[in-house]
């Protein structure tokens, strides 16, 4: 429609930069470069047409799903020529990307947005920003004041060259950084295809410079007198001057071809490759004896520096200082410093350890500088504060390795409570044991006979009711055992025992008138001094038989009218029938 503004504007399927960090975590250093390249491209092509981009943070950078990298948001960007209006008017920026000059007010330009490029590709590679504070104006500060943490000692895993340029880009001073983003983009360039540059030797300052320095050219006066005498000759004589150029051009060559060569001489006779010593990019790690025969082969002077090492194995280079890059050589007579491993730092352990008190072993192992853990057990046997054992490993010579530590094991005494034992007296066996065991205490029986106790029944107790005790200890109960009762009989010669004769006899006239001469008798039995048995009979009866029951040996006592006429023991176990005579 004319006369109508518009914006056209590109659909973009992708995420954008920070979305992919936030993912991603730290991104593999070799897209980040790739990303950045593309990044330092674009903004190439904007500084050549005049253009500040003033926002560059991962927010506005999308890529897109075939790996595009597009730079979008330019919305506080400004001409070069206009590019002194500062972070704090309306244009504010994006404080963690900013550029020192940005966020101290000053004039910002295409420099500033090469800042803003270091920290994105920091950003990238860390996984997050080199400065960050709880307030706008305190990220603002440390733009300005603080050095950032090199992002090589947050991952390891980017090549130097990487933590150099990235470095180089965030530099304080704007003079220090790249010229331009095309310059940036050369370095990575040359990062991309030789991950190993070292970039603090090829971007020093003034080599270029001091090579391209012109020679200012000086006029004299006397010179041009000869020249135009020259020239009068040779306007005599005119093949003259085309000889003598001829003649000074193969003087020329010669003089360049002869000092190339000497140039070359000279160059193969002062430099050599840094030779791997230490084994890397995993090569084979040289002895120390191997390491000085190829240094002295190849003319560098050494400094061996010997030190201890966990890793590497005794007599081995550990690291090399110069260390090692393929292709880069450096002048021979320079020196390299050889650290070579002394094997695992030892010490030697004091003597009689495990005889000591745990305070003493402490004392020795702390004047012998080992490193030493104490570990609390319970023990059933070793009282509460005693040694346990020692737990580490020593060679032949005593010799322990010094990154190691001795575990001492020290008692933490029983791990059994405190019980009392209850009262058990008069309890039935089975509730007895369920008290016992209820407060972990093991339980043995014994049977005994009380003969006022009924069966089963609990008649003492050891140890006694209300003595404490460890949880484990044995706790015997006497359980009532009532035996069962033997049956048997005595048989009573009751004639025998009162002399009466059981033949019959002619009667007797009686002594006393009117009175008749008794014929019974009264027989008591005491079996155990218990009445079993009481009963009047005949004197002449000669089997009374009386039916008694014992637990086998008993004390039996015959009273023939209150006279005892019996008194001994019968052991029903052995038989049954006892006949009293």
Request: avoid cysteine.
């Amino acid at each position: 429609m004319i006369g109508m503004y518009y914006i056209v504007m590109e659909l973009i399927k992708g995420k954008t930069l920070k979305e992919i960090i936030e993912e991603e975590g730290r991104i593999p250093w070799k897209v980040a470069v790739d990303i950045a390249k593309q990044i330092s491209s674009a903004l190439e092509m904007a500084h050549k047409n005049g253009i500040v981009h003033r926002d560059i943070k991962p927010h506005n950078i999308i890529i897109s799903d075939d790996f595009t990298v597009k730079v979008t948001d330019f919305g506080i960007a400004k001409a070069v020529t206009n590019a002194t209006m500062t972070a704090f008017g309306s244009t504010i920026g994006s404080v963690h990307y900013f550029s020192p000059e940005h966020a101290k007010g000053t004039i910002t330009d295409a420099k500033s947005d090469i800042y803003s490029i270091g920290i994105v590709m920091y950003e990238m590679v860390t996984g997050r920003v080199p400065f960050d504070a709880d307030t706008p104006v305190s990220v603002a500060l440390k733009q300005v004041q603080e050095k950032p943490i090199e992002p090589i000692s947050i991952n390891p895993e980017i090549p130097e060259g990487l933590n150099y340029i990235i470095l180089k880009a965030m530099k304080k001073d704007k003079e220090e950084r790249y010229n331009s983003a095309n310059e940036l983009l050369q370095d990575l360039e040359i990062l991309s295809k030789h991950p190993e540059t070292d970039f603090s030797v090829f971007n020093q300052e003034g080599i270029v410079s001091q090579m391209t320095k012109s020679i200012p050219i000086v006029k004299n006066r006397r010179r041009e007198d000869e020249k135009n005498k020259k020239k009068t000759l040779f306007e005599q004589k005119p093949w003259l001057k085309w000889v003598m150029l001829g003649v000074a051009a193969i003087i020329v060559l010669i003089i360049i071809v002869l000092g190339t060569i000497f140039l070359l001489n000279q160059d193969r006779q002062k430099e050599a490759y840094i030779p791997n010593l230490a084994g890397a990019q995993d090569e084979k790690r040289l002895t120390k004896d191997e390491a000085i025969a190829l240094l002295d082969k190849l003319k560098f002077k050494y400094e061996i520096i010997e030190e201890y090492s966990e890793e590497v194995p005794k007599g081995e280079v550990i690291k090399q200082d110069p260390k090692f890059q393929p292709n880069y050589m450096i002048k021979t007579g320079s020196t390299i410093k050889v650290y070579v491993s002394k094997g695992l730092e030892m010490v030697k352990v004091p003597d009689d350890l495990e005889k000591k008190s745990v305070d003493d072993i402490k004392k020795a192992l702390d004047e012998a500088g080992i490193k030493y853990e104490v570990v609390e057990e319970h023990s059933e046997e070793v009282e509460k504060g005693k040694l346990l054992k020692l737990e580490y490993t020593k060679n032949d010579q005593g010799e322990m390795p010094k990154k190691d530590s001795i575990k001492i094991y020290v008692s933490k005494g029983t791990s059994r409570k405190d019980v009392v034992i209850p009262k058990l007296e008069d309890l039935k066996r089975e509730e007895a044991i369920r008290k016992l065991q209820a407060l972990n205490l093991k339980v043995t029986e014994q049977e005994t006979y009380v003969e006022y106790k009924s069966n089963g029944i609990v008649t003492l107790s050891t140890p006694t009711a209300g003595t404490t005790v460890k949880e484990g200890t044995e706790v015997k109960i006497f359980v009532n055992k009532v035996p069962e009762l033997i049956k048997g009989k005595i048989v009573i010669n009751v004639a025998k025992m009162t002399g009466t004769s059981t033949t019959p006899s002619a009667p007797s006239t009686p002594s006393t008138p009117g009175s008749t001469p008794s014929t019974k008798v009264k027989v008591k039995v005491e079996l155990d001094d218990k009445k079993i048995e009481e009963k009047e009979v005949e004197k002449t009866e000669t089997e009374l038989t009386i039916n008694v029951s014992s637990l086998g040996r008993s004390r039996l006592n015959v009273y023939i009218n209150e006279s005892l006429k019996y008194d001994d023991y019968i052991d029903l176990s052995q038989k049954t029938t006892w006949n009293i005579e």
